[in-house]
C-alpha cells in the first residue's frame, strides 16, 4: 500500500475543508430542506447578459481570450470603477480579468506573500483568506471584529495586531459573513496605519454593490494615499447573478498586476471567453439589473432582521452583501450544535458561525438570498425550534 501522506504538500494537510461546504453538504442529501447557508444569489442571471454569452458562442467566439483579458472587457471595469467610485485604472497595465474573485484573491496572496510574512485577517470573514495565506507560505494573524462595534475593524485592533513583519493586510467589507460594513470615516481612519506603518492592502470588494439603508460602498483605493496600495479583488457573482459564470478581477498598481499576470498566465491562462462577452453586456447595461435584486434582498434582509430580534437572537442590523449573523448564545448550544440540530429538526440549513474563525462561535450565519417564501417558513421553523429549546431548560 503506498502511504499517500507522504507524497502530499503539508500546508495542504494541515488546512481544514470549508465549514460552509460542510452544511451545504448535510442540507443537500436530506429531503425538504429550505438551504440559508449557501452564498448564492436565487435570481437567474438577466436576460440580456446569459443573450451576450449565447450570442458569442453563436457567432462563433470560442477562442482563448488574451490573458489579461478581452480588452474591451477591462475598459468597461475601468468604466465602472471611475463612474462608480471615481477611480481610474489603465485598461493595459492595471487590470486583470480572473477566473471568478477566488482566483484574485489567491493571485494577490501569492504574488505578494514571501515565507513567514504576517497577513492581518479581521473575523469572522469569510473561509478563504486563511487557508490560502498558509497555502503561499504567510502566516494569519487574525483581528477579531466585535458586535459592539458592528462588526468594523477597528484603529486600534488594527495598530495592536502589527509587527515588523506585517506585510499585507486583507479588508474584507461589505463582509461575508457578518453584513458590517466600512464607510469612509472608519476607512480614512485605519488608512493612516496602514501609511504609517507601509502596508498593502487586498480589498475584497465582491459585494460592493450590495448595500443597504442608504449607505453607499467606499472603496478604501478612494482614501487620499491608498490607491497605489491596494489591490481590488471583485467580479460579478453576486451582484449580477453570475456565480457559475466565474469572472472576476483585479485592479492595483501596474507593477504588482503584471506580476501576478504570470501567476495567472501559467496557472490558468485565461479566463472564460463565454463569460467575459456577458460581463461586458452586464457592465453596459446592468445597472437596473443590480437596483432591482439589491431592492429585493433589503426587503427581505429588513423582514429576517426583525424577526430574528423579535424571537431573541440578538442581531445587529447588517447593511451590505446578503446575510445575517444572529448571537445564538441564549440559546446554550454552541454554534455547531445549533446549526446542526437546526437542520436535522426543523430542515433548515445555516452555518456556524465559527466556520469563519474562532471568533463566530455563539454566531450563526443565515443567507437571506432565498425568495421570501422561503424565508417566512425558515423564520417560522427557527421560532419553533428556539421555543422548544426553551422548553428544554
Not at 134 to 160: D, H, Q, S, W, Y
Not at 272 to 287: H, K, M, S, V
Request: proline letters at 5%; aromatic letters at 10%.
Amino acid at each position: 500500500m503506498i502511504d499517500y501522506q507522504n507524497y502530499i504538500n503539508d500546508k495542504i494537510k494541515s488546512v481544514k475543508p470549508s465549514g460552509i461546504r460542510k452544511f451545504f453538504d448535510i442540507a443537500v442529501e436530506m429531503d425538504n430542506v429550505i438551504s440559508l447557508s449557501i452564498g448564492e444569489p436565487d435570481f437567474q442571471t438577466p436576460w440580456h447578459i446569459r443573450e451576450a454569452g449565447i450570442s458569442s458562442l453563436e457567432r462563433g467566439k470560442t477562442w482563448y481570450s488574451p490573458n489579461r483579458g478581452f480588452i474591451e472587457l477591462r475598459r468597461e471595469i475601468g468604466n465602472y470603477y471611475f463612474r462608480r467610485f471615481n477611480l481610474s485604472y489603465d485598461p493595459d497595465t492595471q487590470i486583470l480579468v480572473t477566473v471568478g474573485g477566488s482566483e484574485g484573491i489567491d493571485l494577490v496572496f501569492r504574488t505578494l506573500v514571501n515565507r513567514g510574512d504576517e497577513v492581518l485577517i479581521p473575523e469572522p470573514s469569510f473561509v478563504c483568506y486563511n487557508p490560502l495565506t498558509v497555502m503561499a507560505g504567510g502566516v494569519p494573524v487574525t483581528i477579531e471584529t466585535k458586535a459592539e462595534n458592528n462588526f468594523r475593524l477597528m484603529p486600534e485592533e488594527l495598530e495592536n495586531a502589527i509587527t515588523d513583519k506585517t506585510k499585507l493586510l486583507v479588508l474584507p467589507f461589505p463582509n461575508n459573513p457578518t453584513g458590517a460594513i466600512m464607510e469612509r470615516s472608519d476607512l480614512e481612519k485605519i488608512a493612516e496605519i496602514i501609511k504609517k506603518h507601509d502596508l498593502i492592502v487586498l480589498s475584497d470588494e465582491i459585494y460592493g454593490e450590495l448595500t443597504y439603508g442608504g449607505k453607499k460602498h467606499v472603496s478604501i483605493a478612494e482614501i487620499d494615499g491608498m490607491k497605489e496600495r491596494t489591490l481590488i479583488v471583485s467580479g460579478f457573482s453576486k451582484a449580477y447573478a453570475m456565480t457559475g459564470w466565474r469572472l472576476g478581477y483585479i485592479l492595483g498598481p501596474a507593477e504588482v498586476v503584471s506580476q501576478i499576470t504570470k501567476l495567472h498566465q501559467y496557472g490558468i491562462m485565461s479566463s472564460p471567453t463565454t463569460a467575459q462577452y456577458a460581463a461586458i453586456e452586464a457592465l453596459r447595461n446592468g445597472d437596473d439589473d443590480v437596483a432591482e435584486m439589491r431592492k429585493d434582498y433589503d426587503l427581505r434582509r429588513r423582514l429576517i432582521v426583525g424577526k430574528l430580534n423579535e424571537i431573541g437572537l440578538d442581531c445587529f442590523e447588517p447593511l451590505g452583501a446578503f446575510y445575517t449573523f444572529p448571537c445564538i448564545k441564549s440559546t446554550g448550544l454552541s454554534s455547531d450544535e445549533f446549526a446542526t440540530r437546526l437542520v436535522k429538526e426543523k430542515r433548515i440549513a445555516v452555518v456556524p458561525g465559527n466556520a469563519f474563525g474562532e471568533s463566530g462561535e455563539g454566531y450563526v450565519r443565515i443567507s437571506y438570498a432565498q425568495s421570501l417564501k422561503n424565508i417566512k417558513i425558515a423564520l417560522k421553523r427557527i421560532e419553533e425550534f428556539t421555543e422548544e429549546l426553551k422548553n428544554e431548560g
